[in-house]
T-cell receptor, first 116, second 113 residues
Framework: ETGVTQSPTHLIKTRGQQVTLRCSSQSGHNTVSWYQQALGQGPQFIFQYYREEENGRGNFPPRFSGLQFPNYSSELNVNALELDDSALYLC???????????????FGPGTRLTVL | DQQVKQNSPSLSVQEGRISILNCDYTNSMFDYFLWYKKYPAEGPTFLISISSIKDKNEDGRFTVFLNKSAKHLSLHIVPSQPGDSAVYFCAANHQSGTYKYIFGTGTRLKVLA
């Protein structure tokens, strides 16, 4: 069974640029959630995708957008990068949005984004 | 508004002793709680969870206690081992249709050999 994978591992961008981060969910999982973890903070929920549809969004501006593909992999896109977007971006997959087992999320190693 | 709080940024414990990590929450709608462990350069790893219908859940050396009236949960690690040294996050969740987690800010545990 393959766990959650993310690419790239590290990324350096400059202000105003756009970035795309990728996530492959764990085998059998149809739900992907994205989190932003700033230094010294806990992960903050960005949004969740369930069967290719956005299924909830946290307090992030529209320049944070996402996609989920038929194989349940996902992308996080951030436009017009700002210095405060520098963080670890975590992807988590789960088996569904309801039920006990579906509430447990499995995290990937994250992508470290630095905005200069 | 920080709905999940971990008020101790760090904790040091001797190997073999008990580690107690605490977490408080404010939203009474939360009905599922989890603890994750995170090593540097890795994603959070699930440790243990508890539903609000229970007040205790055990898994080996790890026990989570939930006090709903106080809106407080704690993670006990007995006995503590040097490999337990990591950042521990408490997370909460409720059945609103979106299973997002609300995380605390984490407690860095150091187990001294």
């Amino acid at each position: 069974e393959t766990g959650v994978t993310q690419s790239p591992t590290h990324l350096i961008k400059t202000r105003g640029q756009q970035v795309t981060l990728r996530c492959s969910s764990q085998s059998g999982h149809n739900t992907v959630s994205w989190y932003q973890q700033a230094l010294g903070q806990g992960p903050q929920f960005i949004f969740q995708y369930y069967r290719e549809e956005e299924n909830g969004r946290g307090n992030f501006p529209p320049r944070f957008s996402g996609l989920q593909f038929p194989n349940y992999s996902s992308e996080l896109n951030v436009n017009a990068l700002e210095l405060d977007d520098s963080a670890l971006y975590l992807c988590a997959s789960s088996s569904g949005t309801s039920g006990g087992a579906g509430r447990q999320q499995f995290f990937g190693p994250g992508t470290r984004l630095t905005v200069l | 508004d920080q709905q999940v709080k971990q008020n101790s940024p760090s904790l040091s414990v001797q190997e073999g002793r008990i580690s107690i990590l605490n977490c408080d929450y404010t939203n009474s709608m939360f009905d599922y709680f989890l603890w994750y462990k995170k090593y540097p350069a890795e994603g959070p790893t699930f440790l243990i969870s508890i539903s609000s219908i229970k007040d205790k859940n055990e898994d080996g050396r790890f026990t989570v206690f939930l006090n709903k009236s106080a809106k407080h949960l704690s993670l006990h690690i007995v006995p503590s081992q040097p490999g337990d040294s990591a950042v521990y996050f408490c997370a909460a969740n409720h059945q609103s249709g979106t299973y997002k987690y609300i995380f605390g800010t984490g407690t860095r545990l150091k187990v001294l050999a």
